[in-house]
């Protein structure tokens, strides 16, 4: 008695076979990101659209490009589906349309804010554009495809943020080893540090000390917190009769100052108080409105300026 070996025609289609149904899916996509190129390197001017006095102004215009611009590509890539034969093309170009959403929403946190670059788009959209059709389309796609896209966009999002964060915060130290002047900080006892920036084209760097205990949002931060600012020396600076700085605030004349030690004055005007330390060749004042930061903390800062790495300040 003989044995026929069959074979199951219902079979998934493997290799080459499995890839042919995604071809003019991803050649649509590419398509559609070569578009989107032409569009975006037309010479358009914004503050046409953009104006205070239209309804909504520049929130309403940009809300307007937020809805409109997945819709019309939507729309597009499923005429032009449909035109190369894709069946069914609405899945592919709605599913294909929020992919590509996704996709430049991840890239953004992944990149610390920064969309990948304009020539990209043709690759993305084409790499998208296959992803839906292979998750959709009859011949493709199936229900454990649907789970397996929705597994991969859950481990996605947190790892984009750890991606986020890392980035910011390799761009924040280049930019605070970039700096014109020395990285001056004091002992942080008590405090911690935020926002710090060096500025290139005003020579300064400045950042905020906050307690723990007070949110960086807080209304009052600029009461309980210090404003420190290291800067060249102003023309003219000669304390104490003299004793015009930079802050946060721009240039202050903060004199006449009164000495309280080496090379480090006190000046207390409207309410506000200033202690100016010179140090390595550079002015820092640290700023704090009112009497909430103790005279104490704020010598003890003075004291303590050192010059700091980069990575002190993350």
């Not at 989107?36 to 205070?52: A, F, G, N």
């Not at 939507?74 to 929020?98: D, E, M």
């Not at 924040?172 to 920036?197: H, M, N």
């Amino acid at each position: 008695m003989g044995v026929t070996v069959g074979m199951d025609v219902t079979a998934a289609p493997r290799g080459r076979a499995a890839l042919r149904p995604l071809i003019r899916p991803a050649g649509v996509g590419a398509l559609l990101g070569a578009g989107w190129l032409l569009v975006l390197l037309l010479p358009w001017e914004s503050d046409d659209h953009c104006r205070s006095e239209e309804p909504w102004g520049c929130l309403g215009f940009g809300l307007l490009l937020l809805g409109a611009v997945p819709l019309a590509g939507a729309l597009l890539g499923w005429v032009l589906l449909r035109a190369a034969g894709v069946r069914p093309a609405w899945r592919v170009a709605g599913l294909g349309t929020l992919l590509g959403v996704l996709a430049a929403v991840l890239s953004s946190r992944a990149s610390g804010g920064f969309l990948w670059g304009p020539l990209a788009l043709p690759l993305v959209l084409g790499a998208v554009y296959a992803v839906a059709a292979a998750v959709v389309l009859p011949g493709a796609g199936s229900l454990r495809r649907w789970g397996v896209l929705a597994a991969v966009l859950l481990l996605l999002w947190p790892l984009s943020g750890v991606l986020g964060t890392h980035s910011v915060s390799e761009g924040k130290a280049r930019e605070l080893a970039a700096s014109r002047v020395p990285l001056l900080a004091p002992d942080t006892d008590g405090y911690r540090i935020l926002f710090p920036s060096a500025e290139q084209y005003s020579s300064t760097f400045r950042y905020l000390l906050l307690p723990p205990s007070v949110p960086p949002g807080a209304a009052d931060r600029e009461q309980r917190g210090v404003w420190v600012t290291v800067a060249p020396p102003v023309p003219g600076f000669s304390p104490p009769g003299a004793c015009e700085i930079d802050t946060s605030s721009g240039r202050v004349d903060a004199g006449p100052c009164e000495q309280v030690a080496p090379e480090t004055w006190r000046s207390s005007r409207h309410g506000n108080t200033t202690y100016i330390a010179r140090r390595e060749g550079v002015i820092v004042s640290l700023s704090t409105r009112g009497p909430r930061v103790p005279d104490s903390d704020l010598l003890a800062m003075a004291g303590s300026l050192a010059v700091r790495t980069p990575g002190f300040f993350s």
